[in-house]
């Protein structure tokens, strides 16, 4: 049984309105490029990337010894990580994601983070995973601080997660992020609100698997938010650079 097939059929995103909204991507940047991009002040460093998190809040952290493992699984999306190459494409921000790592809870309030647009939701982890609880605590610092906003992190790493529970604040969301390419998550956490999978477009065709993330947080929004009932329980990307191929399949092109 595909576990995503549990949700209503409300929750599912139909392959028209996907097609719809992957087009409507392009458009991100031109739209977002009339805004002047937000401007943060205090210690951590948010992220300026382009792609999925273009024009998003958000914060990174440098890989962490789980990941080195699990680069080696045959079929783990960690084999499509982007993650290892950051420090040589990207010295600067390699160097920024280690601020982040290296920060203190002291940190945060000597120098504390001003959000210069209004924005309510910001994510965690868009690089890199909790190595150990402090990394968790800092972001549960950080939700008290911007106290307005709903942080959304992703982590294959629920176990740390879960350790901090008695500190997880109500702003503070999950999104656990499937190992496998092709494989709902098996152990789903107790602190989990969303499970994150990445499929092959053949094996999403063939499956019906719901393919309801556009690779375009900004302009999409569903892992976002503190109303969990907008929020899917599960969020399925297509591998990047292959939507053409899915939607040949549905026979869509
Ligand atoms: S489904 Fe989630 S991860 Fe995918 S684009 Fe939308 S908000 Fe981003």
Same mark, same amino acid.
């Given at each position: ?7 209503? !059929? ?12 992957? &087009?409507?991507?392009? &458009? ?6 009339? /805004?002047?991009? $937000?401007?943060?002040? *205090? ?13 998003? !809040?958000?914060?990174? #952290? ?5 990941? /080195?493992? #699990?680069?080696?699984?045959? *079929? ?17 921000? *390699? ?19 001003? $959000? ?18 402090? %990394? ?10 911007? %106290? ?9 790493? +629920?176990?740390?997660?879960? #350790?901090? %529970? ?17 494989? $709902? /998550? /098996? ?5 989990? @609100? ?20 556009? *690779?375009?947080?900004?302009? +999409?929004? #569903?892992?976002?938010? @503190? ?19 899915? $939607? ?6």
């Amino acid at each position: 049984m595909i576990p995503e097939m549990d949700e209503p !059929r409300s929750m599912r995103m139909k392959p028209e309105q996907l097609k719809k909204e992957l &087009e409507m991507r392009k &458009e991100v940047k031109k739209i977002l490029g009339k /805004e002047k991009l $937000f401007l943060e002040k *205090g210690c951590v460093h948010w992220s300026k990337m382009s792609g999925k998190m273009y024009g998003k !809040r958000s914060i990174g #952290r440098p890989m962490t010894d789980r990941c /080195e493992s #699990r680069h080696n699984i045959d *079929g783990a999306i960690c084999q499509k990580c982007y993650a290892a190459r950051i420090n040589q494409v990207y010295p600067s921000v *390699g160097n920024a994601l280690q601020r982040n790592r290296d920060l203190t809870i002291e940190d945060l309030h000597d120098d504390p983070t001003i $959000f210069t647009s209004i924005d309510p939701t910001w994510r965690s982890n868009w690089n890199g995973d909790y190595q150990d609880e402090h %990394d968790v605590r800092i972001d549960m610092e950080l939700c008290r601080m911007i %106290d307005y906003a709903t942080c959304t992190t992703w982590t294959k790493n +629920c176990d740390i997660v879960e #350790r901090m %529970d008695s500190y997880r604040p109500k702003n503070y969301t999950v999104v656990q992020s499937s190992l496998m390419i092709n494989q $709902f /998550e /098996e152990e789903v956490s107790s602190s989990t @609100d969303q499970v994150f999978t990445v499929f092959t477009p053949e094996y999403a065709a063939e499956n019906d698997i719901n393919i309801n993330c556009i *690779g375009a947080c900004r302009l +999409c929004g #569903r892992c976002y938010g @503190d109303n969990m009932r907008k929020r899917p329980r599960y969020i399925n990307e297509l591998l990047k650079g292959t939507e053409k191929k899915y $939607f040949e399949l549905l026979g869509m092109l």
